[in-house]
């Protein structure tokens, strides 16, 4: 895709959320973006994908402060509500967040002068955690973020492959969600489809990696493990629908997870060696979480999370690799507790 030139004050950015019973949540998140710090207009589309604890009449107490409408529909689904929201938007750019993230002050400050500097037709923005986290959010978000776990797999600044937006915090034009007509119905697994849909159509996607939010990601360790698993399951089936996005690194997770347990083994019968070498990557992990966390606590936390990660998708990705082989069926009948229904 060659380069393409486009007059910011052209760009009309709207704000797409998707929210499910989560009114006290999405009022932190708009309670952000009503304080931002850039001097043109922006609207907020948020939707309600099904609630009972609808979000309605936070939507209206922001009336004032913001640019805001509210629609409800049946539930389909977070990629389907996203599309439903951008077929509503006025703008055209959209910036899809989730409804468990704080967005900084500068955010579309920030935005706007990565498009100015160079345009793209999508782009993906950093996580990080915020100040008032949790010490397992933060341990979680460190071990879904640092290049030494899975945060190196999907691409960015200093990471092994093209960076892979993901939904929490990603921008798209409105000509690529014409071109590609959206999310599909998998979830998880519908961030890097689009992606990797955007990219057969030619277009490009980047890191603006100023344009950070902060995802709570209100999770235990049981919904996180839940979470990667499901994460697992879905790559074997984004690598057959889209085989040449196919990587090896993708089975790093249960390579890592089949030979921590194959470690332990040999340990007991006087061969440490491989265990050693565990030791020596979770003290670097440890360390890397404790100079960017400043906590003993958060570091040691962020071991057990890696751990969890990396168990819950390696066990979800040969899971699935295995009956997507040996099995004709395709993957809506195989996992259906991995795709919605559009409604």
């Known amino acids: 895709m060659a380069f393409v030139f486009i007059p910011m004050d052209n760009v009309f950015f709207s704000f797409v959320i998707p929210v499910y019973n989560r009114p006290d949540e999405i009022k932190e998140l708009l309670d952000s973006l009503a304080t931002q710090e850039y001097d043109k207009a922006f609207e907020v589309v948020l939707v309600e994908d099904g609630s009972t604890n609808r979000s309605q009449e936070v939507a209206k107490a922001f009336q004032d402060k913001l640019q805001i409408s509210y629609y409800y529909k049946g539930n389909s689904g977070p990629g389907d509500s996203r599309n439903y929201g951008m ?14 993230c704080i967005v900084p002050p500068n955010y579309l ?55 892979q937006p993901r939904s929490f915090n ?53 919904k996180f493990y839940t979470q990667v698993n499901k994460f697992g399951l879905v790559r074997p089936i984004l690598n057959k629908w889209h085989p040449n996005t196919s990587r090896l690194t993708y089975w790093f997770p249960s390579v ?13 019968l006087g ?11 979770f003290t670097l992990l440890f360390f890397d979480a404790w ?15 890696a751990i969890i990660q990396f168990l819950g998708y390696g066990i979800g990705f040969i899971k699935s690799t295995f009956v997507l082989n040996f099995n004709n069926k395709p993957a809506e009948e195989l996992f259906p507790n991995l795709f919605f229904t559009k409604k």
């Open 109 to 163: 400050e920030q935005v706007e002068k990565a498009l100015n500097d160079e345009y793209v037709h999508c782009f993906g923005g950093p996580d990080t955690a915020h100040a008032s986290f949790t010490i397992v959010q933060k341990a979680i978000n460190h071990a879904m973020t640092s290049f030494l776990t899975t945060g190196g797999i999907r691409g960015g600044k200093n990471a092994i492959d093209k960076f």
């Open 87 to 100: 077929q509503r938007a006025k703008g055209n750019y959209f910036i899809i967040l989730d409804s468990d």
């Open 256 to 268: 890592f997870s089949i030979g921590f347990l194959v470690s332990g083994i040999l340990y007991s």
């Open 271 to 281: 061969a440490p060696l491989f265990l050693y070498l565990y030791g020596i990557y």
């Open 170 to 222: 990603m921008g798209i034009s409105k000509e690529v969600f014409e071109a590609t007509g959206g999310f599909g119905t998998i979830h998880p697994g519908e961030d890097p489809d689009l992606t990797f849909r955007i990219w057969e159509k030619g277009y490009s996607t980047r890191l603006f990696p100023k344009a950070k939010v902060y995802h709570k990601r209100r999770i235990d360790w049981v």
């Open 291 to 305: 100079f960017k966390n400043k906590s003993l606590v958060i570091a040691i936390l962020s071991i057990f999370a």
